[in-house]
């Protein structure tokens, strides 16, 4: 019996979602094979070199012990590093994302300009923050701490208006319809709905910039990073072993931490 009308409109969104996944497929294999050929990537140098990296490896896992009593005050400058440029950029975040939110303020012309401006920090990779604030401030944690407030800033402040911008409009209405002012509607309507997705956007943002200080240091922005480049500079590979170490341990151990506290505020 021939197909109705109504079932051949049933099954082309299954047909159409087949067809757009074989596209993706087809300029996912093209682009890998144009990217091949313009980069001149060949997988043959990493096994041809992987002698190098056993070495190397086998080195790294006998770590100098006695580099501990360094490393560590090092890694301690470093998160300190985490939680001053978190801190800063998750208040600037805040503030930036009322005044983006549209639930929030109306203008679309002002959030229309913020939301560029946003977009443009967004944009900027943390090494080359870390590289400018290096250039003007100078080598030292310092521009480590500057470089991740404005990290911090674009992740937050994109995850955190995007919130506000989903919370229930009902006490907004009912605050304006009694003549609250816009402060008093974001103290009693719109900060009980999303002070917990602002801590949790907080300890994600931490977790990511524990780890990236770590890098930053590889361009003279503070923390273990520097010490972690000179020391693969000079070939020793034992204090290398032993920072690279440290690094893992307290990364797991912050990780785990944040992912329970996060999960403890959506409770």
Not at 20 to 36: A, C, D, H, K, R
Not at 55 to 84: N, R, S
Not at 99 to 107: E, F, G, S
Not at 254 to 260: A, E, P, Q, R
């Amino acid at each position: 019996m021939p197909k109705s009308k109504e079932q051949h409109l049933a099954e082309w969104p299954k047909k159409k979602f087949k067809i757009m996944n074989l596209v993706w497929v087809v300029i996912m294999v093209l682009g890998l094979f144009l990217s091949v050929d313009v980069t001149n990537t060949h997988i043959s140098v990493l096994f041809n070199n992987f002698s190098q990296f056993t070495d190397i490896f086998v080195q790294m896992c006998h770590p100098d012990w006695g580099y501990a009593a360094t490393a560590v005050p090092l890694l301690i400058e470093t998160i300190k590093m985490a939680i001053l440029g978190t801190v800063m950029g998750s208040a600037i975040a805040f503030v930036y994302s009322l005044l983006i939110a549209r639930n929030i303020v109306k203008n679309k012309a002002v959030t229309g300009v913020l939301r560029i401006i946003m977009n443009i920090v967004r944009t900027i990779p943390d090494l080359l923050l870390g590289a400018i604030f290096v250039a003007v401030v100078g080598i030292g944690p310092v521009a480590g701490v500057l470089a991740l407030t404005v990290f911090t800033f674009g992740v937050v402040v994109k995850l955190f208006y995007e919130a506000i911008e989903t919370i229930d409009p009902g006490p907004i209405e009912a605050l304006t319809a009694v003549g609250a002012n816009k402060l008093q509607i974001i103290h009693f309507a719109v900060m009980p709905q999303i002070i917990t997705y602002f801590i949790s956007y907080v300890l994600y943002a931490f977790e990511i910039n524990v780890r990236a200080s770590t890098v930053l240091g590889y361009i003279g922005a503070g923390g273990i990073g520097l010490y972690l480049q000179q020391t693969l500079q000079v070939f020793d590979y034992a204090k290398t072993g032993m920072i690279i170490l440290v690094i893992i341990v307290v990364v797991v151990i912050i990780d785990y931490i944040s992912t329970k506290s996060r999960e403890a505020l959506m409770k």
